[in-house]
């Protein structure tokens, strides 16, 4: 049994080594070693998350002699949880992949961190350190992107307090590359788009029916060279804004960006966003709202197309990700859309939306100006299995207009669409208090 143990082992990464030890050690040791300190509660966390796509013009339509893709991607998580009241930490490491992309025999170091960070709380003040996710609002600036098998994080020192009424946090982050001494702090091929961070965030959580948020956001990218280095800052500041009144749910937000881009232009964008949720009966459910992104207008000296950063743009501008998710131009973007959600028992989950595309600035197409971009229709069905299980799969369409194979290429004369079916299996393996 462990000469097994011992080829198993030697056979892993070196992650994987860590992640093994700590377990073993946790649940095997005596508890009076392990927990010493103060005590608190220990919990082991996994998730399995294989998803089939076909693939058939998403992301970059089809042209004419392109060829469908079908695969099927999985993300592999265990995560490492420990809480006293005052000390919390989280450890996470995930390893992602194409069925079919690794050797039999790997001894490849892919196994990566999603999660490392270190958190003390006192009252109801907290500063948290390290690798982690950062997500605010509806996702639409700051956003965790769990769509994507990878999702998203930042290194970053995250301080302030939270209260029932009143949450203010203050996240700061400095990113380099490592270099010898005596070569300075030029910002070249990171891995985060930014050099710097700073964002203020502020939620008035004060009434059963209304909330409240203010962000403000700087960000600093990496601009000359390592002779001349410049930083270029950016702003990015905005409300975000919820009412329900009974049955019906109201959204709002609105951001506005000034200073310069990445690219050392003076920036002036803004954005709008507003949906209405109304719920008939308990099983049935429709919503209408708008997305209006400001796009690069060219006659003026600022650039004035908005940038909605890192948020999880496929939750709001569409499943086939053609807009954000992916580049597009900088033409903006108008999205209006209505989606009808059905729950027929208490599991099951059907959403059908609609959107109808347009650019905000013209595209030209044969000498003409246009803006319409088309439609397309999301169908997403989920069904939670058990609690720690969840099935879910979905199946899109674009119709697509001259000006939207004019920006993102392809051919309306291929059919564009998209499908998924996705297990995701994430249960709490193990959890005990000391």
């Known amino acids: 049994m462990r000469k097994l143990i011992n080829f198993q082992l030697y056979n892993t990464t070196i992650m994987r080594k860590i992640y093994i030890f700590i377990i073993a050690l946790l649940l095997l040791a005596p508890e009076n070693v392990v927990f010493a300190q103060e005590g608190g509660e220990f919990s082991v966390k996994a998730q399995v998350r294989p998803r089939y796509e076909y693939n058939h013009g998403g992301i970059l339509p089809l042209r004419e002699k392109d060829d469908p893709i079908s695969f099927i991607s999985n993300r592999a998580r265990l995560s490492l949880g420990y809480d006293n009241g005052f000390l919390s930490m989280g450890l996470s490491g995930q390893d992602i992949s194409v069925w079919g992309q690794k050797p039999q025999i790997d001894n490849a170091a892919n196994f990566t961190l999603n999660e490392a960070w270190v958190k003390l709380t006192n009252n109801d003040w907290f500063l948290q350190l390290g690798r982690q996710s950062l997500s605010y609002d509806d996702d639409r600036i700051l956003g965790t992107l769990d769509w994507h098998q990878a999702g998203r994080w930042h290194d970053a020192l995250r301080m302030g307090f939270d209260k029932k009424e009143h949450r203010l946090h203050l996240i700061l982050a400095y990113n380099q590359t490592p270099k010898s001494p005596r070569q300075g702090s030029f910002y070249e091929f990171g891995g985060q788009p930014y050099k710097l961070m700073q964002t203020f965030h502020y939620l008035y959580n004060g009434t059963e029916n209304l909330t409240a948020s203010f962000l403000l956001m700087n960000l600093g990218f990496q601009g000359g060279d390592e002779v001349k280095p410049s930083i270029n800052q950016m702003q990015t500041v905005g409300t975000h804004l919820t009412y329900n009144l009974n049955a019906l749910g109201l959204t709002g937000s609105l951001y506005y960006q000034m200073g310069k881009t990445a690219t050392e232009l003076d920036l002036s964008a803004y954005m709008i966003a507003l949906k209405g949720q109304y719920k008939f009966t308990p099983t049935f459910s429709a919503a209408l709202g708008i997305d209006y992104l400001s796009g690069d207008d060219h006659t003026n000296k600022k ?22 998710a992916s580049p597009f131009g900088n033409y903006g ?102």
């Open 303 to 324: 650039f004035t197309a908005f940038n909605p950063l890192y948020g999880t743009h496929h939750k709001f501008y569409g499943a086939m990700d053609y807009f954000y």
């Open 333 to 434: 973007l108008v999205d209006i859309y209505g989606s009808l959600i059905f729950k027929p028992d208490n599991k099951l989950t059907i959403d059908l939306t609609y959107h109808n595309f347009s650019t905000q600035q013209p595209v030209k197409v044969n000498g003409d100006e246009k803006n319409g971009l088309g439609s397309e229709i999301d169908l997403t069905v989920t069904y939670p299995i058990r609690p720690y299980i969840t099935l879910q799969g979905g199946y899109s369409m674009m119709f697509g207009t001259d000006a939207f194979f004019t920006i993102k290429g392809g051919t309306k004369d291929r059919m564009q669409n998209w499908m998924f079916v996705t297990l995701n299996v994430n249960p709490t393996i193990f959890k005990a208090k000391f």
